[in-house]
């Protein structure tokens, strides 16, 4: 039941589907230009002709200069052909060319962009070396002072250690200097 009362309403539908497609092609503009009508229609009047051979001779010159301006049209028409086709071949160059010139621009400004970011990494890479080598000459640096102070250190504990051994203690003074040693222990 279903089906049965589907198919009017799909045939309604299809009908109105190719009415609406009929109107859209009637609606359309053709920029087809026709060429006016041809004289040889209808110019054929049979009592003007009473002769046979006249009607033939004037029948063969009615066929030859329809033939003529036939190929006269087929002529115009391959002519136009050529024409449309020279100006789709210079429109497709032109848009190559424009693609090709669109393209050396987009390469020089990538060129462009790459040789900014060499510059402003070999910038950075120079800055960042100038910097190392002014962290490593002040590290270099505090480290000779380092270096220079403990020296300094070593000579003067060894210059002291030089002086208390080398004081002289007279004999008269030894006897204080051990009963001092004595009575001052400093614990180890």
Do not use: C
């Not at 589907?6 to 109107?23: G, K, N, T, W, Y």
């Not at 359309?28 to 051979?53: I, Q, T, Y």
């Not at 391959?78 to 032109?94: D, F, N, P, T, W």
């Amino acid at each position: 039941m279903a089906l049965s009362s589907s198919r009017p309403h799909h045939i309604l539908r299809h009908l109105l589907r190719s009415f609406h497609a009929s109107a859209q092609s009637l609606v359309r503009v053709d920029p087809h230009e026709h060429s006016k009508p041809s004289g040889f229609l209808g110019s054929w009047e049979p009592e003007a002709a009473r002769d046979p051979r006249e009607a033939w001779a004037r029948l063969e010159r009615l066929r030859k200069g329809y033939a003529r301006d036939v190929r006269d049209l087929r002529r115009q028409y391959a002519y136009e052909v050529q024409l449309s086709e020279a100006e789709r071949q210079r429109k497709a160059e032109a848009r190559a060319e424009a693609a090709r010139i669109a393209n050396e621009e987009r390469k020089a400004a990538k060129a462009a962009a790459a040789q900014t970011r060499a510059a402003e990494r070999r910038a950075f890479e120079l800055d960042f070396r100038q910097a190392l080598m002014k962290e490593r000459a002040q590290k270099l640096e505090s480290w000779r002072e380092k270096e220079k102070l403990k020296a300094q250190k070593k000579a003067e504990h060894r210059e002291l250690l030089r002086k208390q051994s080398s004081l002289w203690v007279a004999e008269d003074k030894m006897e204080k200097k051990i009963l001092e040693a004595i009575l001052h222990t400093t614990p180890l």
